[in-house]
């Protein structure tokens, strides 16, 4: 009994150091030649196997494709936190602000990864990481500093009179989703925040920005300023 024990643990450490060969090998392939490089053949021929081999590790291409999305999510999140906890807690804006600087960063020097996980959705399959969806799962970090913000000090948010019908309605299902922890204009301001943080960021990627600007970063931090003056106004009345 004590024999067969070590044999299976033993082909289970061989076979998860495989997996991550195959992730590593895939990695390399799309920082090298961006995501249009990630198939089986290529990903085999790497590492002197035959594709149909990969199969007996991942069940489809798809698959091994959503792995690696994964491990780079994992990769963001962890920056993100680290970039978050550079400022104490008693400061909860400045922690966002560090979190959108960790983001900034993290996607200037990773460009192919950032193009592969956030700006391919369209020609992959969804990623689900721990039971939710990547978009919530990475943006939980930047929701849990909302939340931190909001509970510290609420800011100026629209009621729920003064948003569109149609929004409202997909605010409370998000809320639901998220929580439901922040108010529905909380909510908004927050998917508010990241569709400007990612829009910038995603924009400076793919150089986008250079008919206007030589360095985007002035400008970007103009955004994080007007964001934290939002965030720091109290509600009236």
């Known amino acids: 009994m004590v024999v067969e024990q070590a044999a299976v643990t033993r082909r289970s450490r061989v076979r998860d150091a495989t997996v991550a060969e195959i992730k590593a090998t895939a990695r390399t392939l799309l920082v090298a030649e961006g995501p249009e490089a990630l198939t089986l053949r290529a990903i085999a021929r790497a590492m002197g196997m035959t594709a149909p081999a990969l199969y007996r590790y991942f069940d489809s291409h798809e698959a091994l494709v959503g792995a690696v999305c994964m491990d780079v999510l994992d990769e963001i999140t962890v920056t ?3 970039a978050r906890d550079t400022v104490g807690t008693d400061d909860p804006v400045g922690r966002l602000m560090a979190a959108c600087r960790g983001f900034r960063d993290w996607s200037l020097a990773h460009p192919r990864e ?7 959705a369209g020609e992959r399959p969804p990623v689900e990481h721990e039971g939710v969806g990547e978009d919530l799962s990475f943006g939980a970090v930047f929701l849990a500093i909302f939340v931190e913000i909001w ?3 609420p800011f100026a948010v629209p009621d729920d009179t003064e948003l569109p019908d ?9 809320s639901w989703y998220a929580g439901g922890v922040l108010p529905l204009g909380a909510l908004a301001a927050y998917l508010s925040g990241w569709v400007r943080l990612y829009g910038g960021v995603t924009i400076e990627v793919f150089g986008h920005l250079g008919f206007a600007l030589d360095d985007p970063e002035p400008m970007f931090e103009a955004m994080l300023a007007d964001m934290r003056r939002q965030l720091s106004t109290p509600p009236t009345g």
């Open 151 to 153: 509970q510290a000090q």
């Open 80 to 82: 993100l936190e680290r």
């Open 114 to 120: 950032f193009q592969l996980v956030f700006a391919s």
């Open 166 to 174: 149609r929004l409202v309605q997909q605010l409370r299902r998000f």
